[in-house]
T-cell receptor
Framework: QKEVEQDPGPLSVPEGAIVSLNCTYS??????FMWYRQYSRKGPELLMY????GNKEDGRFTAQVDKSSKYISLFIRDSQPSDSATYLC????????FGTGTRLQVFP | NAGVMQNPRHLVRRRGQEARLRCSPV?????VYWYRQLPEEGLKFMVY????????ESGMPKERFSAEFPKEGPSILRIQQVVRGDSAAYFC????????????????FGPGTRLTVL
């Protein structure tokens, strides 16, 4: 079993839709979760990070952690074509452990 | 304010040749990490280095791969006698702080080097 699991997609949505991206993790010791965005042929860039259970909001993005079910989510409101990218969840408790990434396509 | 620099951006090698990938961290960062991304797979940790020291190489293949971060100059990831399975994107990241230790620590990624082995 992979330590961080993520549906690879692709996920295709129309502009303006609410997008839900999800990850599960297996190690109860994990506690620092991060979402990276990676455009094609580019390096990942940090989008958001969370520590505790609950929600964290930043503009159109909301990160959610449910430690009881080991579930991490990223919500994107009012999605834009410029959001089209691969989204990687990761744990950073010890070293960065990434999920495989979900490819998102937002079409106009 | 330059970010992480990696070169070359693209590297083509024939089987059996050596590949050298370079990484210059963000100015002021003394921690460097190397990751490999195979097609349709996520980023996999390879090695964590500080200046002149390898701290964690638990993700490095046991043979043919080596990494260094000298006192002066960039970090180098070296792959000897490359095989087709080494074809991947190799990313370098750097950070200011020590990773883990129960604290959030952002790693800044470079644009990657895409290695193709013919």
């Amino acid at each position: 079993q992979k330590e961080v699991e993520q549906d690879p997609g692709p996920l295709s949505v129309p502009e303006g839709a609410i997008v839900s991206l999800n990850c599960t993790y297996s190690n109860s010791a994990f506690q620092y979760f991060m979402w990276y965005r990676q455009y094609s042929r580019k390096g990942p860039e940090l989008l958001m990070y969370t520590y505790s259970s609950g929600n964290k909001e930043d503009g159109r993005f909301t990160a959610q952690v449910d430690k009881s079910s080991k579930y991490i989510s990223l919500f994107i409101r009012d999605s834009q074509p410029s959001d089209s990218a691969t989204y990687l969840c990761a744990d950073n408790t010890d070293k960065l452990i990434f999920g495989t990434g979900t490819r998102l396509q937002v079409f106009p | 304010n330059a970010g992480v620099m990696q070169n070359p951006r693209h590297l083509v090698r024939r089987r059996g040749q050596e590949a050298r990938l370079r990484c210059s961290p963000v100015k002021g960062h003394s921690h460097v990490y190397w990751y490999r991304q195979l097609p349709e797979e996520g980023l996999k940790f390879m090695v964590y280095l500080q200046k002149e020291n390898i701290i964690d190489e638990s993700g490095m293949p046991k043979e043919r791969f080596s990494a260094e971060f000298p006192k002066e100059g960039p970090s180098i990831l070296r792959i000897q006698q490359v095989v087709r399975g080494d074809s991947a994107a190799y990313f370098c990241a750097s950070s200011r702080m020590v990773p883990g230790q129960g604290s959030y620590n952002e790693q800044f990624f470079g644009p990657g080097t895409r290695l193709t082995v013919l």
